[in-house]
């Protein structure tokens, strides 16, 4: 298959397709290397972007998708009204962005910084897709470790857990400050591999 050819067979399936598609599938349906297929990635990507097309690639570690470019949303809007998607509570985001700070991490260290209960926030996300269970702490009761998944990273369009903004003084000082979600002697390397977190 030639070098264009695979563009474009990449390109048709995330048309077809409308939702992620993982890029392990894609490689497969292409045979292409590992090697290969982040070159191919990577050159797609730099070539949406330099002719600012009216679609996108949104490309995470898991998976690719075709969205529409934000550059144009106003002109989009002219035309249709958009559904409005389902809106996150505060208590939510509150538990969402402790989650994705801290990951991996338990409900009682969420609890320890939000200084509340988080059941019914923890269980909405799970509902909507935003985090998983990542494995089990090392320690009595074996709780559960929770992260974010692949669909937080769409829907709050980053890439990666690196591209979440930094956080102000005084929030790294009320995360800081609460008990470590991760002791050393917490059996969890699988559960911090799995969640993409940088070394």
């Known amino acids: 298959m030639e070098y264009n050819e695979r563009f474009g067979a990449i390109e048709c399936i995330l048309f077809v397709s409308g939702d992620p598609v993982p890029i392990i599938e894609l490689q ?7 090697i ?12 949406y972007k330099k002719e600012k097309r009216g679609v996108q690639l949104f490309i995470t570690p898991e998976t ?18 958009p559904v409005q998607a389902k ?9 969402l962005s402790v989650i994705a ?23 909405q996300l799970m509902k909507m897709g935003m985090i998983r269970e990542l494995g089990r702490k090392n320690v009595v009761g074996r709780p559960m470790l929770l992260g ?8 709050f369009g980053i890439r990666s857990l690196n591209e979440l ?10 995360i800081a400050g609460a008990e ?7 059996d969890i390397e699988t559960a911090e591999a799995e969640a993409g977190l940088p070394a």
């Open 87 to 95: 809106s996150f509570s505060q208590a939510m985001l509150e538990t």
């Open 180 to 186: 470590e979600a991760v002791p050393a002697d917490t």
């Open 64 to 81: 690719m998708q075709l969205v529409s470019n934000k550059e144009y949303a106003k002109y989009v809007e002219e035309l249709v009204q």
């Open 36 to 47: 290969e297929m982040e070159h191919i990635i990577r050159s797609m990507d730099e070539l």
């Open 165 to 174: 903004p930094s956080l102000g003084s005084s929030e790294n000082a009320e």
């Open 148 to 155: 974010t998944t692949d669909a937080f990273l769409r829907h």
């Open 28 to 34: 497969r349906a292409i045979g292409v290397t590992d």
């Open 101 to 123: 700070y801290r990951q991996p991490v338990t409900r009682a260290d969420i609890e320890a910084v939000r200084g509340v209960r988080c059941e019914y926030a923890v269980s």
